[in-house]
């Protein structure tokens, strides 16, 4: 499908064929907030997002925008890593701010010659069309190097949103994802499988409902219960359970099965950090958890898109 290995389409992958080389991110902290955090719609943030704002591993990092990417260099010397980067701006809500502060950091990222893109974690509801357009004139400003938009949809499911609260109808995500599309930039969406009172066929409703939004990319999160947040408290009131190592590798493998074979698989479980992680403890182990996955999808056969190509719902 994509390296001749891989039964399905890696970001690795893609990197090699358009780079001839595998792109690292360097997640940044750029001192942003979330309007589920600073009042606008809540002070607590989602259910599952701890004080780091989904950005735990970025928000260790501090000092300006360069001090940071130098960090990140620094952390990833050891790798062997291709002659460029991608800066990842994750912590919180990456467009949540000042229109000129927006075009001050995204452009001293983008003029850092050894950054090939930027690839901006953000949410629906806080791209009007003033930053879009920003988006625009950047990639004028800075040919030969992307912006990417990763926007966290998380379920397609109404009732879950308002558990988890997200803070937006479904109809906010369509439209944002539509006027992206319109302006050239690729959207990445981040789903987060074993959300709470989430059945096997609603996530594969997630996965189905993507594959006719025009996405390049996903991010299958397996969900974790991380120390500070609400749903540490949900969970250890036994208000639900998270999901075992054996039913998220076969709901995984049905994800894959059903994902149009054309979008980009970025993530297929996550980094949970270990200081905070409560559960599940079996996914701090992530070399183990993409073996297993690995082994099973080529013991069964299951490749990306197989299901979606062959018109058919029903699970492998």
Not at 8 to 15: E, I, P, Q, S, V
Not at 100 to 126: M, N, Q, V
Not at 227 to 243: I, K, M, P
Request: with cysteine; net charge neutral; aromatic share 8%.
């Amino acid at each position: 499908m994509n390296n001749g290995q891989m039964p399905y389409r890696t970001l690795g992958a893609w990197c090699q064929e358009h780079y001839g080389e595998k792109l690292y991110k360097i997640a940044l902290d750029a001192g942003f907030t979330c309007p589920n955090r600073d009042g606008t719609l809540g002070d607590r943030g989602c259910i599952f997002c701890s004080a780091g704002g989904s950005g735990d591993f970025a928000a260790k990092r501090t000092g300006t925008l360069r001090a940071q990417l130098d960090a990140g260099r620094s952390l990833l010397s050891g790798k062997k890593t291709g002659s460029r980067f991608i800066a990842y701006f994750q912590a919180y809500t990456n467009t949540y701010g000042p229109l000129p502060l927006l075009e001050r950091l995204f452009s001293e990222a983008l003029a850092e010659p050894d950054i090939a893109g930027i690839s901006i974690a953000t949410r629906p509801d806080c791209l009007p069309d003033e930053v879009i357009g920003l988006f625009v004139r950047l990639k004028e400003r800075f040919p030969g190097k992307f912006i990417w938009v990763e926007l966290g949809l998380q379920t397609i499911h109404e009732s879950t949103a308002v558990y988890i609260r997200r803070g937006y109808p479904l109809s906010c995500f369509d439209a944002a994802v539509r006027a992206l599309h319109a302006a050239d930039i690729p959207v990445i969406v981040h789903v987060i499988l074993g959300l709470p009172g989430e059945t096997r066929e609603m996530m594969l409703q997630t996965i189905r409902y993507l594959n006719g939004c025009g996405i390049w990319g996903v991010k299958l999160q397996l969900l974790h219960v991380l120390e500070g947040t609400d749903l540490a408290d949900e969970y250890r009131a036994g208000r639900f359970q998270v999901l075992s190592l054996e039913e998220y590798l076969s709901i995984l493998c049905d994800c894959i099965a059903s994902l149009s074979a054309d979008i980009v698989i970025h993530r297929v479980t996550g980094d949970g950090p270990k200081r905070l992680l409560i559960a599940p403890l079996w996914s701090a182990d992530k070399r183990n958890v993409l073996n297993l996955l690995h082994r099973r999808l080529k013991q069964n056969a299951i490749r990306q898109g197989q299901c979606h190509e062959q018109g058919t719902d029903h699970t492998l």
